[in-house]
């Protein structure tokens, strides 16, 4: 029986019964490229971007809407008033 002490995870050898230091390395590479992908974190981050998006459009359509509607107001009134 080989030492504990080269293997990445001792503890997790003794649970699983992993017959060699291959298989925990196996293990751990198999772990960490898990832990590296980014897939799901650049979709979050591509919904929060739209949503703030929604918020600024939302924000400038009530800010700009009253303007929008007085003038179109006063040309619909200069309009029919000539």
Not at 4 to 13: A, D, Q
Not at 63 to 71: E, F, I
Request: overall charge positive; charged content about 20%; aromatic content about 8%.
């Amino acid at each position: 029986m080989e030492q504990e002490g080269k293997y990445i995870f001792p503890w997790l050898r003794k649970r699983c019964k992993s017959t060699s230091q291959k298989e925990d390395q196996k293990m751990f590479k198999k772990f960490s490229a898990m832990v590296k992908d980014e897939k799901g974190q650049a979709l979050a981050e591509y919904g929060l971007i739209l949503a703030l998006i929604a918020v600024i459009c939302i924000i400038a359509l009530q800010t700009l809407g009253g303007g929008v509607n007085n003038a179109l107001t006063a040309i619909a009134n200069a309009v029919t008033g000539a």
